[in-house]
């Protein structure tokens, strides 16, 4: 039988390098795509290719010839989509950037897949961005979070879209273009509006990815900032259930196809930023210093995916419990110190310094 090919765009970034590892260990053949604009990309590079056979294209999403050229060179079977411009803080001061890495280079990749590879399922990473500040949601200061008083489930998929921000309205045209692809063109693309993933392999910044960088910046001794009062929510999900869920989706296409899916951990997985710093010094056995900030604009006092469509039409759920996966996030934090602090540094890739030590997730 014929060994099935996945494209991973953003493929050497935090999600990206942990679906690679897991297709890769599945039998797929798997090429990464990636500009490795992000800090981290060498290590994650690195940390892959010790295990797991892959092929890499170092290109832009922006550029279309050369994805075109990467397209043409495989019959892809599955096409993973999470190349992307990922800071909404820096979607507001590089609109422009933003719009062409997220709705043109989605539009370059999603096109590109009509040319070469109609039938490759398309997953789009797209975001809960999309729906904005949820007007109709109504939040209270429920005890020691905020929640939800009016959606016990969470926000499902009929909620209106509202776009706010450049990133929100970039990653947004790119939703809509993989659903229209589908219903014009009979791709079988999705668009999986994810919640908060976190996991092993993600070098958070303060402006992106919060769970990694509460924890890398709390075990090096870095300031942290609450913006808001600490008590607002989200559900966040593990990458490995994440990419199990990428898989279910592949094997499936008719039950995804033309279809958008809120993704993240759902009501069971929800932690506050206060919540999450106590574990971090139960962990730690220390006091973690925090410094307070206003509320950003747009910042939602809680924000919890209804995951019910998805778990439905996948036969998926989340297995990985919110201890758990901080626990080993946590782990691998603790071992790769040195390699993580480079990162987060900005030193440039050493050999061996790849941060390659990976805790198992016991769930
Ligand atoms: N991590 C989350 O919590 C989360 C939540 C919602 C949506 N998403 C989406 O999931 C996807 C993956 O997120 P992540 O957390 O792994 O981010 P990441 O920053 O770790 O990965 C993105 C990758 O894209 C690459 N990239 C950026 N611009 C590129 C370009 N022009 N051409 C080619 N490659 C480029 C980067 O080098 C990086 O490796 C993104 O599309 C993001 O918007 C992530």
Redesign the pocket.
């Given at each position: 039988m014929r060994t099935k090919r996945v494209l991973i765009?953003?493929g050497?970034?935090?999600?990206?390098c942990n679906a690679a590892h897991y297709f890769g260990n599945r039998n797929w053949r798997v090429t990464v795509?990636?500009?490795?604009?992000?800090a981290g990309?060498q290590q994650n590079l690195a940390w892959l290719g010790d295990g797991t056979a892959f092929d890499f294209a170092r290109?832009?999403?922006?550029d279309r010839a050369a994805v075109d050229q990467v397209m043409s060179e495989e019959r892809f079977d599955a096409v993973i989509h999470?190349?992307?411009?990922?800071a909404v803080t820096t979607s507001v001061t590089d609109p422009r950037s933003d719009f062409m890495?997220n709705a043109l280079?989605t539009f370059n990749v999603l096109d590109a897949v009509r040319k070469h590879c109609p039938e490759a399922v398309f997953i789009f990473?797209?975001?809960?961005k999309v729906y904005g500040k949820i007007a109709g949601a109504q939040t209270e200061l429920l005890g020691a979070r905020h929640g939800y008083t009016n959606r016990p489930f969470g926000i499902d998929e009929k909620e209106p879209l509202d776009f706010l921000s450049p990133y929100g309205c970039s990653?947004g045209a790119a939703d809509q273009y993989t659903l229209d692809y589908a219903r014009m063109y009979g791709i079988p693309a999705t668009s999986f509006r994810?919640?908060?993933?976190?996991g092993t392999r993600?070098f958070g910044i303060e402006d992106q990815?919060w769970v990694a960088w509460f924890a890398i910046a709390s075990l090096l001794r870095r300031d942290i900032t609450i913006f808001g009062d600490g008590r607002q929510v989200r559900d966040i999900l593990h990458v490995d259930d994440l990419v199990r869920a990428y898989e279910a989706a592949i094997l499936a296409p008719d039950r995804i196809a033309g279809q958008a899916f809120n993704v993240g951990g759902g009501p069971q997985r929800v932690i506050s930023l206060l919540d999450l710093i106590a574990m971090l010094e139960l962990r730690l056995d220390r006091k973690i210093p925090l410094k307070f900030g206003d509320w950003r604009p747009g910042d939602q006092r809680a924000y919890i995916s209804d995951v019910r469509k998805l778990e439905t039409a996948l036969d998926w759920s989340p297995s990985i419990t919110v201890e758990d996966g901080i626990s080993q996030l946590l782990t691998w934090v603790e071992r790769n110190q040195a390699a993580i602090a480079a990162v987060e540094d900005g030193v440039p890739a050493a050999a061996g310094a790849n941060g390659d030590d990976r805790a198992p997730v016991a769930n």
């Open positions: 765009t953003g050497a970034g935090f999600v990206g795509l990636d500009n490795l604009s992000r990309t290109a832009d999403v922006r999470l190349a992307a411009q990922v890495i280079g990473a797209s975001t809960n990653k994810q919640s908060c993933i976190y993600q990815g």
